[in-house]
């Protein structure tokens, strides 16, 4: 924070803070709708991290 003295932090901060409320406002409506169990939000995630890795992989050709 020293290197770059001509940043307001505290704006910085509050629109962090602002941007972290949004969020958990938007995840908190899309859960009360949500008919998804943990174990089918949990296969899901599980899914869509095979899908980018294999992706990843693809690219990268080690």
């Known amino acids: 924070m020293n ?3 001509e940043i307001n932090w505290s704006e910085v901060a509050r ?3 602002s941007q ?3 969020d958990l406002e938007f995840l908190q409506k899309f859960k ?4 998804l ?3 089918d ?3 899901l995630g ?3 991290s ?8 693809k690219k990268v050709k080690y």
């Open 37 to 39: 169990t943990e174990a």
């Open 50 to 57: 095979k899908a980018v890795s294999e992706k990843l992989r």
């Open 3 to 5: 290197t770059f003295p």
């Open 20 to 22: 972290k409320l949004e």
């Open 32 to 35: 009360e709708k949500s008919k």
């Open 46 to 48: 599980a899914e869509v």
């Open 15 to 17: 629109q962090a803070f």
């Open 41 to 43: 939000a949990m296969r």
